[in-house]
């Protein structure tokens, strides 16, 4: 049972995050689908940080995180602070930045 | 006959022509031949306004002394003995570049000496006409500036020591004949006159600026001593073409056939103008270029034989035209072009002719010029009247003018004592003895025409001076001022006792024999020259009886009737113009037009359809920009997909 | 040796020029334009003493400065001229004053201030002078392109009512050409590079000059550079931009424009594209011949269909690039000087027309030939002086035109027999459109609204003269230019390994005088 | 105690020994499973759970691949704070606007599967080529002394800067989010006198009943009841009774006591439509910056806007 699978499992979830990002409309659920890309990201750091051998992986994934966390409050206040606007949280609504 | 005839002609030829002495002493003055009038246009020109009350004089000053210079040549050019009278000046190096070194520099020899004297000598005398003429024209100075340029541009012509500079007098005297063609530039027919002149003469000067190219392809220069010289080296086949060539430049300059239309608009400028121009001194530029190249034309037979034709057609076909014309100075300018047709005629046939081609045309400067005179009187007598169906009895009124422009006609239908007789009927007889069916062919054109010159300068003596007065109302016409009658008077003596000063004793032909070789007297005539003589008076006095009979006695309606095809074929130029305008003027503004909607659309539409699709295109694409965030995720992530794509396929 | 930098004198000054009148105070305009005036005229001045010291005889590059600019890639500042670039200097540092004393009022109404116009036209004079100075093949390049900018703020923001198409055309077009060219500079660079020993390549334009090129890349790279000179003078199918340049430019600059800035495409095939790619000069010689003969007719016939005074003009230069080209790829000594000799003449007879053009236009404010007629009675030195450019352009003999194209065409004659015949018919058509035009706007009843035009000014008069001066000078002794010519020529011909045809008779046999 | 037993674990064998292949084939599915649920979760509030569960479970895998102090950052930091926020943000803001299934962008679902499933097939054909047979080296000797002080020796020497930057990250994260949410205080700062005289003119001196009142439940959600039996709308806040309406719960406010006992039937929570809308119809109509919300500032009178038009 080499490690490979732990790398299928981190592709797998990546993908359905992926797939989350474009299909939901609520802009938390596909905030938490972004959130959901980069634990597979970690996942796959750690794998690979143990497959050769050195914590370099193990580091970046820590990175990883905070930025993921930093992101999160960020992301989290401007989908407030659309809500406060538009009374909405869908993503479809704000699309004025166009042709 | 004619094989004998052409091999002692070749040998003859070979003789190397004379290469010249180098200018000294008195020789030293003819640069200053093109020089005077060329800086009195000049000062005319650039003076503006404040040389007009005194313009007209510095003109004549220029052209009189530059006379001066000549005759002062002309007597230390007599002292050389026969074979080295050729004096040759070189001024500067014009054109230095690798192997084509063309030096500017004068050549004066008796051919370009006869020449020189016959434009200074009636340049001068239409000069102090025209201070007549022209006296209450606004443009005056600019007129003598004009005049001065033609008289600086034909001696350049005359006296160039090679083909280029000749070319540059060719172009010159082109310019100013366009000048002064088109010199009442208020009046659009003239302006278009002037133009179509240009033109013409332009297609012509292709015909010589091909044929120095070609010359310095195969000679490797383009002076006469170089070309000249090596004629006999080369093949006869370049030769012919390049005589051929030569022979469009001369169409193109002397109104021969394919390019003659323009001689009879040409009309449009003042009458000095005409005489000077149109009668005496541009037109046989022609002539002039055959009979300098002479050499060339003799090892090319048929390029001489194509001379003859030229030379042959021209001629009828301008005496059918002076038939039918009522404007006199059109009549005159077709009987120019007939003259000239004589000219070349005799110029095509071989050294035998060039002295009495020259001959003709020194006789012609003199009468054809006095005629242009006179004709100029009497439209100045008759404000500016030149329909001759408004002339009639203007003999009682204007007796000077009536006299000169007599003696003029006298000596254009060839009677004996007058110049006409000795050059023309010398024309007829070197064309019979060129032997064999052409010589008979050119023979009897020539003769048949001699008449018809009598048939129409009768009528127009008739139809201006005999018969009742048809003037204009109100029209007192009176003799014209001593200034516009001297030269008039001058030139009529000229046309009296030139012909037999030049010919008896063979004045002429001993003074041009160092240039074209003698004029053979060897082989026997076809016809005797005095029953040829008895048989040309014959024809001419069949001709003046006809006009007299047609013009002379029956009164003159002030409408032109209606008359044959053949006349009316006359009176539209025998269909010249309309042949230039329909095979090439119009389909030339076709294709203009043509050209201007395809450079439009074609080469600029397919620039801005370019920039049209590239525009097309964005304005598409930008329509992909949606709004909505989770299709631009959609794309984001197909490209992922394609870099990982990407990337997994370099590295399998 | 460290002799005095000419040609970075020559070239500097006006932009110093340029400085001094954009630092001068918006109010004093006046004071600006002399500055301007002044700055051209030192330029001429330094043109005219380095002319005095470059001697005919001498080496091929004379007045040469070398200084390295990027080592990485061996480029080079290296300046030096021979007897072409000097000539085509000269005619810039002689037209530019002239340009500039002939706009005198004429940016009056652009879209930027007066200072800026006077100010564009002496950095176009450095780009110019950088243009035909530059021996550095890199340098060439980098002038070919910059030249563009200040040409295109000229007729951008000061140019007739379509001036923006105009100029984006132009700049366009000479910048997809400027682009192909690049390509070929490159690829030149590259394949000297695994010729030349040492790790850095050279762009230097004698050390290229010796580099052996396979044929196919040869011919590659002869076609980058020559499309990009194709446009610039235009030649026949890539022509579109002149006209519309042209005639929407400000006088000034449609002379320089026309006068110089078409020039160095011409330069650029006589300097670059032959001795650089001799084979590839030789395959596609004929084509070349070809399209410069449409162009010829092209030219002519489309001049003759013009309404529009400014781009019958421009519609002529076509013509008489078409007869330079053919100079160049005709390969004889004759025809390539002159070509060289022909750009020369070109610039001060086309730019005459267009300074006359320009004069009459002011008087009118319109372009239409339709709206003149009859100016002779009402403005003869104008018409007088309208004249003798119309002549000079349909190459009288006596003015200048005329020495250039008969050795163009006699050059042509003795390699290609029938283009040199076809081009010799196309002078009746220069005769025909410039006697059109000065019939319909000099001759004839005058015009309406024409009774009181004013006939040449001092200061217009002060501009024409010098031009017809030179033009009739060059026309009765060329000698001095030609001089300086044709050693150039020669070593062109040279390196292209091309001999003149010898005439059939040996001249030698027969002893020339 | 447990990072021991699971050193052991991994010292035992260097590939993948028998007990992680146990943990790998219960997380995996429940790792995979939670994905899942959360992108087909039709409530926001179960995709959160959800999310958590998989984050927990990820946690787990860090400490069998021997990371056991990123298995404790993201038990605590990732799992516990980061979806807590999620979650505080989803009751904030979105749970009445749960999706519908019909999807608006065309053509944005089938290509969403597509690329999905590519990506997938990509990945796991690139890991398969790239790692086929690669046994992992395993963590002993950089764990030596423990996993924290092998990270600690790296984070603090090589990746110091970096280390460095992410503190800066943090900080103007935090900065943004407040700077993004705070909102200036338009209106004058009300004092006490001023909200006095507002009660008084408000046309309601007395306090608002208290809910519950002799109501059957004190949720926040049942109203106090008015003397003639009627419920007192006020006593139920507007957020309350605005989720209330979200939710779809029919709320009793204004009905008859006698109905209020009565179970109410459950509603069936059909597909409601959030006021989303087509997006070609919302083109038709300009959008004007105008903010609902009932906090906005009052209305300028008329009067003034005409003098200072």
């Not at chain 2, 076909?317 to 009522?326: E, T």
Request: aromatic share 10%; proline share 5%.
């Amino acid at each position: 049972m080499s490690p490979d699978w732990w790398l299928y499992l981190s592709a797998a979830l990546f993908s359905v995050g992926a797939a989350g990002v474009l299909l939901r409309r609520n802009a938390i659920v596909v905030f938490m689908c972004v959130e959901l890309m980069l634990n597979a990201v970690n996942l796959t750091l750690v794998t690979f940080s143990r497959i050769n051998g050195d914590l370099d992986g193990q580091i970046i994934a820590f990175f990883v995180m905070v930025v993921a966390a930093a992101e999160v409050v960020v992301g989290l206040a401007i989908i407030v602070t659309i809500f406060r606007t538009r009374r909405t949280a869908s993503l479809d609504e704000a699309n004025l930045l166009k042709y | 006959m004619s094989v004998l005839a052409s091999q002692a002609l070749a040998q003859l030829a070979a003789a190397p022509a004379p290469s010249p002495v180098p200018a000294s002493g008195s020789f030293s003055l003819t640069v200053w031949l093109v020089l005077l009038p060329l800086i009195g246009a000049a000062v005319l020109l650039l003076s503006g306004r404040r040389a007009d009350p005194w313009g007209h004089l510095v003109g004549v000053a220029a052209s009189v002394a530059s006379f001066l210079v000549a005759v002062v040549l002309f007597f230390s050019l007599q002292g050389h003995a026969g074979d080295e009278r050729s004096i040759g000046q070189h001024l500067f190096s014009w054109v230095p570049v690798a192997g084509f070194h063309v030096d500017a520099g004068l050549l004066l020899d008796p051919l370009s000496m006869a020449f020189v004297l016959l434009i200074t000598g009636v340049g001068s005398l239409i000069h102090i006409y025209s201070v007549g003429y022209m006296s209450h024209d606004a443009g005056r100075r600019r007129f003598f500036g004009y005049l001065n340029l033609f008289v600086a541009a034909m001696l350049l012509l005359v006296l160039a020591d090679g083909y280029l500079l000749l070319y540059v007098g060719w172009e010159g005297v082109g310019l100013a004949s366009y000048l002064l063609i088109g010199f009442w530039t208020f009046k659009p027919t003239a302006a278009t006159a002037a133009k179509k002149a240009f033109v013409v003469n332009r297609v012509g000067d292709v015909g010589l600026g091909l044929a120095i190219m070609l010359m310095f392809a195969t000679f490797g220069t383009t002076s006469f001593v170089g070309v000249l010289g090596n004629a006999d080296f080369v093949s006869s086949g370049t030769l012919t073409a390049i005589g051929l060539l030569l022979l469009l430049g001369a169409c193109g300059k002397s109104a021969q056939a394919p390019l003659q239309t323009w001689l009879l608009d040409a009309m449009e400028g003042p009458t000095p103008v005409s005489a000077l121009i149109h009668a005496a001194t541009m037109v046989t530029a022609g002539v002039y270029l055959v009979v300098r190249s002479g050499p060339i034309f003799d090892l090319a037979p048929d390029a001489r034989l194509a001379v003859t034709i030229v030379g042959a057609v021209t001629l009828s076909m301008g005496a059918l035209i002076g038939c039918a014309k009522d404007d006199i100075k059109k009549v005159l300018a077709a009987s120019t072009m007939s003259q000239i047709g004589y000219m070349v005629l005799a110029a095509g046939l071989g050294p035998a002719g060039y002295a009495i081609a020259i001959l003709h045309l020194l006789t012609h400067g003199f009468f054809k010029a006095g005629m242009f005179l006179g004709a100029g009187s009497v439209m100045h007598a008759l404000d500016d009247e030149v329909d001759m169906r408004r002339y009639g009895g203007l003999r009682k009124v204007m007796p000077i003018t009536f006299v000169t422009f007599g003696l003029g006609y006298l000596a254009i239908i060839g009677l004996p004592p007058f110049s006409g007789f000795f050059s023309k009927d010398k024309i007829i007889e070197a064309a019979f003895d060129k032997g064999g069916t052409s010589g008979w062919v050119l023979g009897t054109t020539a003769l048949v025409a001699a008449g018809v010159t009598a048939f129409y300068m009768t009528r127009l003596m008739a139809m201006t001076f005999f018969g009742e007065a048809r003037w204009a109302k109100g029209a007192h016409p009176h003799e014209a001022p001593s200034v516009m009658t001297a030269p008039m008077v001058v030139l009529a003596i000229g046309s009296v006792c030139a012909g037999g000063l030049l010919v008896l004793g063979g004045s002429l032909q001993n003074w041009l024999e160092p240039v074209v070789g003698q004029s053979v007297e060897v082989g026997a005539h076809t016809i005797s020259p005095t029953v040829l003589t008895l048989i040309t008076l014959l024809v001419v006095g069949g001709g003046v009886a006809g006009g007299w009979v047609v013009f002379g006695r029956r009164s003159i309606p002030v409408t032109a009737p209606a008359a044959g095809p053949l006349v009316v074929a006359a009176r539209r130029d025998l269909y010249g113009d309309a042949a230039n305008e329909a095979l090439l003027m119009r389909p030339g503004q076709w294709l203009t037009r043509w050209l201007v909607w395809f450079d439009g659309r074609g080469v600029d539409g397919f620039v801005n359809g370019l920039a049209a699709t590239i525009g097309g295109g964005s304005a598409r694409l930008r329509r992909w920009q949606t709004g909505f965030v989770r299709s631009y995720a959609l794309s984001m992530f197909g490209g992922a997909a394609l870099v990982v794509a990407a990337v997994l396929v370099v590295r399998l | 040796m460290t002799s005095f930098p000419w040609l970075t004198t020559i070239g500097l000054v006006p932009t110093l020029g340029a400085v001094a009148v954009l630092a001068a105070p918006k109010t004093r305009e006046q004071a600006a334009k002399s500055v301007a005036l002044g700055t051209s005229l030192l330029t001429l001045v330094l043109t005219i003493v380095a002319c005095v010291r470059y001697d005919a005889g001498g080496s091929r590059f004379q007045l040469v400065e070398s200084h390295s600019w990027i080592p990485a890639f061996g480029v080079r500042y290296a300046l030096g001229v021979d007897g072409i670039a000097l000539s085509l200097i000269a005619l810039s540092a002689v037209l530019v004053p002239i340009v500039i004393l002939a706009s005198w009022w004429d940016a009056e109404d652009g879209e930027r201030s007066v200072r800026t116009f006077f100010a564009l036209i002496l950095v176009l004079e450095t780009m110019m002078i950088g243009v035909f100075a530059a021996t550095d093949v890199f340098l060439f390049y980098v002038f070919f392109e910059a030249m563009l900018i200040p040409m295109y703020f000229l007729i951008g923001s000061y140019g007739g009512a379509q001036r923006s198409y105009a100029a984006v055309k132009f700049l366009l077009y000479s910048l997809f050409g400027g682009l192909l060219m690049l390509a070929a500079v490159i690829g030149l660079y590259v394949v000297g590079n695994q010729q030349l020993a040492g790790s850095i390549g050279s762009f230097d334009f004698q050390t290229l000059v010796n580099i052996h090129i396979t044929p196919g890349v040869e011919k590659a790279l002869f076609l980058g550079f020559f499309i990009a000179f194709a446009i610039k003078a235009p030649l026949w199918p890539f022509h579109t931009w002149l006209p519309d340049a042209a005639a929407e430019a400000p006088t000034g600059a449609a002379v320089l424009l026309v006068g110089v800035l078409d020039k160095v495409g011409t330069f650029g095939m006589l300097r670059y594209c032959l001795p650089l790619f001799p084979d590839a000069s030789h395959y596609f010689a004929p084509v070349v011949i070809t399209l410069a003969i449409i162009g010829i007719f092209y030219g002519a016939l489309l001049a003759m269909g013009q309404p529009d005074l400014k781009r019958l003009v421009a519609y002529t230069s076509v013509a008489h690039f078409g007869f330079i080209a053919l100079g160049v790829f005709a390969f004889t000594s004759q025809a390539q000087a002159g070509a060289t000799l022909y750009m020369v003449n070109h610039g001060f007879s086309t730019g005459a027309l267009f300074l006359l053009v320009g004069f009459l236009i002011h008087r009118r404010h319109s372009r239409l030939v339709g709206d003149y007629g009859g100016v002779q009675q009402v403005a003869p030195w104008l018409a007088g002086a309208f004249m003798v450019a119309g002549l000079s352009s349909l190459a009288l003999p006596g003015l200048n035109s005329f020495v250039s194209e008969f050795l163009v065409l006699v050059g042509t004659f003795t390699r290609y027999r029938t283009a040199a015949v076809i081009a010799t018919v196309g002078i009746v058509l220069a005769a025909l459109y410039i006697l059109l035009v000065i019939q319909r706007t000099m001759h004839g009843p005058l015009r309406a609204g024409l009774e009181h035009t004013p006939d040449l000014s001092l200061r217009e008069a002060w501009v024409i003269a010098p031009v017809l001066a030179i033009i009739v000078a060059l026309g009765v002794y060329p000698k001095p230019l030609l001089d300086v010519i044709t050693p150039s020529v020669k070593a062109t011909m040279h390196d292209t390994g091309t001999t003149d045809p010898a005439p059939k008779l040996p001249v030698a046999q027969e002893g020339d005088k | 105690m447990t990072s021991l037993t699971l050193n052991s674990l991994a010292l035992a064998a260097s590939h993948m020994s028998t007990a992680e292949t146990v943990g790998f084939w219960i997380l995996a599915p429940i790792a995979l499973l939670g994905a899942l649920g959360v992108i087909f979760a039709r409530s926001a509030v179960h995709a959160g759970l959800l999310l958590g569960l998989v984050m927990l479970s990820l946690g787990v895998v860090y400490g069998v691949q021997d990371a056991q102090f990123l298995m404790f950052v993201q038990l605590i930091v990732y799992a516990g704070a980061v979806m807590s926020l999620f979650l505080f943000v989803l009751m904030l803001v979105g749970i009445d606007s749960s999706d519908s299934l019909v999807e608006t962008l065309r053509a944005q679902r089938p290509l969403a599967l597509l690329l999905g499933l590519g990506f997938a097939v990509l990945l796991v054909a690139g890991i398969a080529d790239a790692t086929t047979g690669t046994t992992s080296a395993g963590l002993e000797e950089a764990n030596a002394d423990g996993n924290v002080l092998g990270l600690a020796k790296l984070l603090f020497t090589r990746y110091v800067f970096a280390f460095e930057l992410t503190s800066a990250l943090l900080i103007t994260a935090a900065l943004g989010a407040m700077v993004l949410t705070h909102r200036e205080k338009i209106g004058p700062k009300l004092t006490q006198k001023m909200m006095m005289q507002e009660r008084v003119r408000g046309g309601r001196p007395s306090p608002l009943p208290g809910p519950g009142v002799f109501a059957r439940s004190n949720a926040v959600g049942t109203p106090a009841l008015l003397p003639d039996g009627t419920a007192a709308s006020e006593s139920v806040s507007p957020s309350v009774a605005q989720t209330l309406a979200g939710r779809g719960v029919e709320s009793v406010v204004g009905r008859h006591p006698a109905t209020i006992d009565a179970q109410p039937a459950p509603v069936e929570p059909e597909s409601f439509e959030a006021e989303s809308f087509q997006p070609e119809t919302f083109e038709a109509e300009p959008f004007e910056w105008a903010p609902s919300s009932p906090e906005s500032p009052p209305e300028p009178e008329p009067a003034t806007t005409e003098e200072d038009a």
